[in-house]
């Protein structure tokens, strides 16, 4: 059960709150429908719910905020606007990532893209896919592990009649299985064909909670349904008259033969058949303008018996067929197939559709997974999906207990499902090796700067800023694509989401680095022979204090970033250090009288009384003498301050 208690959101000045002192329950086993104009302040609603807006207001999901709960993704499906994710991953490759966010086997994915038909579009790129098929594939996501609730923001928005009538059939699977389902939606009729409860929001405030049978009959138009072979006839006969009588009626062609009559009864629409001799099929009075394939509504029976108000009650099955010759359609008839805010309609019969309808609830009923609902096919790329074999993604058992690796495994396919690391890596190898070539040419260049492509001219190597920029992306794209926002994420976002990613970047940094120093060798070697690639005698310290750098820089991105938001504000972290920290470091050292890490391991076994073994105490002296060195130094105080700022962020947002 989701129950919502006085959602306010955060006024901005003299604008009053977009949502104000809204509470609502969506009991299980239910579809729930927020109705509202554009701006009455649903999505703000949403937002309020899950915790991604500020305001006032509390919202429990089976008794428990969003916050106390320790996965949030397998209480709450969610599908908030367009399906969050970097453009240039594949579909298959983005429901894996997410697989592994949320900790349920990597075959979920192809469960559920099987059962929202993109099998045939797996490999395709978000960025390429249509409005249906990124609803889809949104649906999708929010399914994949299993959640009790679904909340979705008008998820049938812009949909084909065909997409919108499959959508709905999974969100009454989903419900009959004993799910809770909220969707937000603009269209009444939408609400009052799918929904067991409609609530009603006004500018901001709640302005009803009705079931959908009162919701009906008291917010719908009334309308006559009308079937007959002669439907563009009958419907100029109905407004000649009409007019004759100086009564308003309109008349809607549905499409086929099919008509809706608002301001007329089925006595007069009858009589006037019966005069000009035109067969009726169907003749029916109903409390709710609902659309085609609406003659019942969700979980009736199909019974006359269980029918609940706003269902056809069928007045004339047939009148009789006159002899009068047929007439074609006369001037001034009002077909209009868009009135009242309806898309096109499209379909067969009121007695097909409702068969269709029943027989999805049917198969939402059963818990085989083999038993398919479908409909027409989507518009675009929609018509090379297979047919859908099931409402649902069969039912999966996830594990409860929290995994350590469910962050890295996350983070893994996260770095690997795109092009953008490997192609930077490339760029960043080719560039240090021809800075190599160039500074070999120059002259004058040490041989450890030689081979780490570093001229004094530059403030850092091009694979120390390729390694910051990695760092950088590493927290950019999550904020940029945020994949794992709409539902406050599925892997921690403070420490087990930075540990991954601080993880990944080292051993990304450190092949990176060693890839560089092996690849220069190689161009010095090919271009210029073995006498500018000789290892230099204190090569162990020089590879301690290389590796450090590329790792350093390579954090330093991703922190900043984490903090700032904003893969830019990490590559600036990074470039500061050498420009900004580095000459700040000097002037300390230079102040003040710093004593030598010489003689530190005896120093350190005479207060610990600790004997090193292996000679542990000349690889100690060596890290402290790279941390004492400028750059060294910068970069252990912009690690220190931006991992404390991280730190102090994530408490902040925690305490809120």
């Known amino acids: 059960m989701i129950q919502a208690f006085g959602l306010t959101s955060t006024s901005r000045k003299d604008h009053p709150p977009a949502v104000d002192d809204v509470s609502f329950e969506a009991r299980p086993g239910r579809v729930t429908a927020l109705l509202g104009a554009t701006g009455a302040g649903k999505t703000s609603a949403l937002r309020l719910m899950l915790e991604l807006q500020q305001g006032r207001g509390i919202t429990h999901f089976r008794g428990r905020p969003l916050h106390r709960i320790a996965h949030p993704s397998r209480e709450v499906g969610v599908l908030l606007g367009d399906v969050p994710g970097h453009p240039a991953r594949t579909v298959r490759g983005h429901l894996r990532m997410l697989c592994a966010a949320a900790g349920v086997p990597v075959g979920r994915a192809d469960e559920v893209l099987e059962a929202v038909g993109l099998v045939s579009l797996r490999d395709e790129r978000l960025g390429t896919l249509s409005r249906g098929m990124d609803r889809r594939l949104g649906l999708a996501c929010a399914l994949l592990p299993n959640p009790?609730?679904?909340?979705?923001?008008?998820?049938?928005?812009?949909?084909?009649?065909?997409?919108?009538?499959?959508?709905?059939?999974?969100?009454?699977?989903?419900?009959?299985?004993?799910?809770?389902?909220?969707?937000?939606?603009?269209?009444?009729?939408?609400?009052?064909?799918?929904?067991?409860?409609?609530?009603?929001?006004?500018?901001?405030?709640?302005?009803?909670?009705?079931?959908?049978?009162?919701?009906?009959?008291?917010?719908?138009?009334?309308?006559?349904?009308?079937r007959s072979p002669h439907a563009a006839r009958l419907a100029a006969l109905l407004t000649k008259e009409a007019r004759a009588a100086h009564r308003s009626v309109e008349v809607v062609r549905e499409g086929g033969n099919r008509l809706s009559v608002y301001g007329g009864s089925c006595a007069e629409v009858g009589e006037i058949a019966f005069r000009h001799g035109i067969l009726v099929h169907q003749l029916a009075d109903e409390t709710g303008d609902m659309g085609p394939g609406a003659g019942f509504f969700p979980g009736e029976e199909t019974s006359g018996a269980g029918r609940r108000p706003g269902s056809p009650d069928l007045c004339v099955g047939a009148t009789k067929a006159g002899a009068g010759g047929a007439r074609g359609c006369g001037e001034g008839a009002e077909v209009d197939e868009e009135a009242h805010g309806g898309r096109s309609r499209h379909g067969s019969s009121l007695e097909a559709d409702s068969d269709r309808l029943r027989h999805t609830r049917q198969e939402a009923c059963t818990d085989s997974p083999e038993e398919s609902v479908h409909s027409g096919s989507a518009p675009g790329k929609a018509s090379t999906s297979p047919a859908l074999p099931s409402p649902l993604p069969p039912p999966i058992t996830v594990r409860s207990a929290p995994s350590p690796l469910r962050p890295l495994r996350?983070?893994?396919?996260?770095?690997?499902?795109?092009?953008?690391?490997?192609?930077?890596?490339?760029?960043?190898?080719?560039?240090?090796?021809?800075?190599?070539?160039?500074?070999?040419?120059?002259?004058?260049?040490?041989?450890?700067?030689?081979?780490?492509?570093?001229?004094?001219?530059?403030?850092?190597?091009?694979?120390?800023?390729?390694?910051?920029?990695?760092?950088?992306?590493?927290?950019?794209?999550?904020?940029?694509?945020?994949?794992?926002?709409?539902?406050?994420?599925?892997?921690?976002?403070r420490l087990g989401l930075l540990t991954a990613k601080l993880v990944v970047a080292a051993v990304t940094?450190?092949?990176?680095?060693?890839?560089?120093?092996?690849?220069?060798?190689?161009?010095?070697?090919?271009?210029?022979?073995?006498?500018?690639?000789?290892?230099p005698g204190d090569?162990?310290?020089?590879?301690?204090?290389?590796?450090?750098?590329?790792?350093?820089?390579?954090?330093?991105?991703?922190?900043?970033?984490?903090?700032?938001?904003?893969?830019?504000?990490?590559?600036?972290?990074?470039?500061?250090?050498?420009?900004?920290?580095?000459?700040?470091?000097?002037?300390?050292?230079?102040?003040?009288?710093?004593?030598?890490a010489a003689g530190l391991p005896a120093r350190l076994r005479e207060v610990f009384l600790v004997q090193w073994p292996f000679g542990g105490g000349r690889y100690l002296a060596g890290a402290v003498r790279v941390i004492a060195q400028p750059v060294g130094g910068a970069l252990t105080l912009s690690l220190t301050a931006l991992l404390c700022a991280y730190l102090l962020t994530s408490l902040r947002g925690r305490v809120r």
């Open 539 to 596: 090569w162990l310290v020089l590879s301690a204090s290389w590796i450090g750098l590329v790792i350093g820089c390579a954090w330093a991105g991703v922190l900043a970033a984490g903090i700032f938001r904003s893969t830019t504000a990490g590559l600036a972290a990074v470039v500061s250090v050498p420009v900004l920290g580095v000459p700040l470091v000097q002037r300390v050292l230079e102040g003040a009288p710093v004593r030598t």
């Open 148 to 226: 009790h609730s679904l909340v979705l923001d008008e998820p049938a928005e812009d949909l084909s009649s065909g997409e919108s009538r499959w959508l709905h059939g999974v969100l009454r699977a989903h419900a009959a299985r004993g799910g809770t389902v909220l969707f937000t939606t603009a269209e009444p009729k939408e609400a009052a064909r799918v929904a067991d409860r409609v609530v009603t929001l006004e500018q901001g405030r709640l302005a009803a909670d009705q079931e959908a049978s009162e919701f009906a009959r008291t917010r719908l138009r009334p309308r006559v349904a009308v």
């Open 410 to 493: 996350y983070e893994l396919r996260r770095a690997t499902g795109i092009g953008t690391g490997f192609l930077t890596a490339a760029a960043v190898l080719v560039t240090s090796a021809l800075t190599a070539v160039l500074l070999a040419r120059v002259g004058h260049t040490p041989q450890a700067r030689l081979l780490a492509a570093w001229p004094r001219e530059l403030p850092l190597p091009p694979a120390a800023l390729g390694a910051g920029l990695l760092g950088a992306l590493a927290f950019g794209d999550e904020f940029r694509h945020p994949a794992l926002a709409a539902d406050r994420g599925t892997v921690p976002r």
């Open 509 to 535: 940094a450190l092949l990176l680095a060693l890839l560089a120093v092996g690849c220069d060798a190689e161009v010095l070697y090919l271009v210029y022979g073995r006498e500018v690639t000789e290892v």
